[in-house]
Structures are given as C-alpha cells and as structure tokens.
C-alpha cells in the first residue's frame, strides 16, 4: 500500500492509500475522493492529473489526451496510472 496525499486547485489536501495493482482513480473513488472521470479507458481525458512526486507507471492511453509534451511534464491519466511508491498527486475539483 502505498500513501497518495491529493493537493486540488482549491489548496485542499487530503491522502487516501493505493495498492500497487489498482489504479489512482479507482482507489481515490472508493475511498470518497472526487476525481472527475467518464471513460475510465484513457481516451477521454477528464481524469487528468499532475504527478507533484513519486514513481508511477502509466498505462497506454490517447496521445490526443496526454500529448508527449503532458507526459514530460508529468501529467498522467488517473485511470491509467498505477503508484511504484508513495506519491503527491495534483487534481482539478469536480464541479
């Protein structure tokens, strides 16, 4: 298990915990986090966040979404990210 404290745009921050084999967002909504999303395939984008710190490994999802330049500054889709340690992970707020 590893730690994910959450930093939102609204300067809240809160941590929940994330297995290795599950993915960000799926630990975040079944601990009461509100992380926007609708595909949960990596083609729609909405669940995009910005990796602060930690070590992650992301799965394949839409270039369209997540450009090259994204990923190099370490945007990642939630549904498609799984943690490799402990992490500080920016998100947006649902609205």
């Known amino acids: 298990m590893f730690k994910i404290k959450v930093l939102d745009d609204m300067e809240n921050e809160s941590e929940y915990v994330c297995r290795e084999s599950e993915s960000l967002l799926d630990a975040a909504r079944q601990q ?43 945007y990642t889709l939630a549904c498609k990210t799984y943690p490799k340690s402990d992490m500080k992970v920016l998100i947006r707020v649902s609205k």
């Open 32 to 74: 009461g986090f509100n992380i926007s999303y609708a595909c949960k395939g990596g083609g729609c984008g909405i669940c995009k966040i910005k990796i602060e710190d930690g070590n992650f490994e992301r799965q394949a999802c839409s270039i369209d979404v997540l450009p090259d330049t994204e990923r190099a500054m370490n």
